[in-house]
Structure formats: structure tokens, C-alpha cells
């Protein structure tokens, strides 16, 4: 089973960014985890990180033929990425969202997700947990179908 797991824009700056919010632990930490993560449930994980719109679709749509599920963070752009979204439509696999904080406790503009809806579900506010259970979840959904 392979899992690409996507990380959206300043989510290269974890560890620096707002550490009350994202924690002191960098997104190279979360990704060895990620992967050590992976080597124990075996799934094999690719992580890719980017602050470009374009380069995350085109991340999603290259993952068609590669991967049988994505776990995304989309950051900022989940708020308002029609693009990503249909991105996300147009492939044929999971896709899970997933974010670090709670973005329910947060601004106002942090509620509304426009990717949320072509994803199979949310995993909010647990940290860097959430991508784990995120990867389990997709385990279990993509069942028997092993590329
Ligand atoms: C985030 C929440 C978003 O609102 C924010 O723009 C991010 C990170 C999270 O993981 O909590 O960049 O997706």
C-alpha cells in the first residue's frame, strides 16, 4: 500500500511557526515520523511539501496512477482553493484532511473547508497524531487494494 502524504504552504516553517499553535516540532520530524510510522503498519509513505497551489495539483493529479490514497494538509488553501478541491474531485482514490491545530477554536475564516467535502473525511485539532490516524483510516478503506 503507498501513501502520499501532502503538505501545503508554511507548513515548511513548523517548529518556528507560531509554536503555540503548531508546536516546536519541525515538518522534518513530523515526515521521519511519518515514515518510520509507515515502516511499522507497512505502508510506504512519500511526503511532499509545497507553498504552490499548482504544484499540490499537480502533486494530487500525478498521484493517480501512484498511490492509493493521499493524506493532505492544504493550510491556508483549504479555506478557499476551489482549484485544490477540484483536484481532489478528479482523482479516484481517499483523499483524508488533516490539520495540525483546531481550526474550529481559531478565526472565523478557519471554519470553512471547500476541500472537506470531496475528501472522505477530517482529522482536526490532534496534532501530529492526526496524520497517523489519518493513514490508519486509509489502511483500513483501501482494504485489499495493493499497488
Ligand atoms: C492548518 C490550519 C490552517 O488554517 C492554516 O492556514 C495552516 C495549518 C493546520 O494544520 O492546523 O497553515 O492547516
Redesign the pocket.
Known amino acids: 500500500m503507498k501513501f502520499l502524504v501532502i503538505n501545503?504552504?508554511?507548513?515548511n516553517r513548523l517548529g518556528l511557526r507560531e509554536p503555540a499553535i503548531?508546536g516546536s516540532k519541525t515538518l522534518t520530524d513530523l515526515e521521519m515520523d511519518l515514515l518510520a510510522f509507515g515502516e511499522v503498519e507497512q505502508i510506504e509513505v512519500t511526503c511532499f511539501q509545497s507553498n504552490h497551489e499548482g504544484d499540490i495539483i499537480d502533486a494530487i493529479h500525478e498521484a493517480e496512477d501512484q498511490f492509493d490514497g493521499i493524506v493532505l494538509?492544504?493550510?491556508?488553501f483549504?479555506?478557499y482553493s476551489y482549484a485544490i478541491r477540484d483536484a481532489i474531485a478528479s482523482v479516484s482514490f481517499p483523499v483524508i484532511e488533516?490539520?495540525?491545530?483546531n481550526?474550529h477554536a481559531?478565526e472565523e475564516f478557519?471554519h470553512t473547508s471547500v476541500t472537506a467535502p470531496v475528501t472522505i473525511g477530517q482529522i482536526i485539532g490532534l496534532g501530529f497524531k492526526g496524520y497517523e490516524l489519518a493513514m490508519l483510516a486509509l489502511k483500513e478503506r483501501v482494504g485489499g487494494i495493493k499497488r
Open positions: 501545503g504552504p508554511n507548513l503548531y494538509n492544504p493550510g491556508a483549504t479555506h488533516v490539520h495540525i491545530s481550526v481559531r478557519r
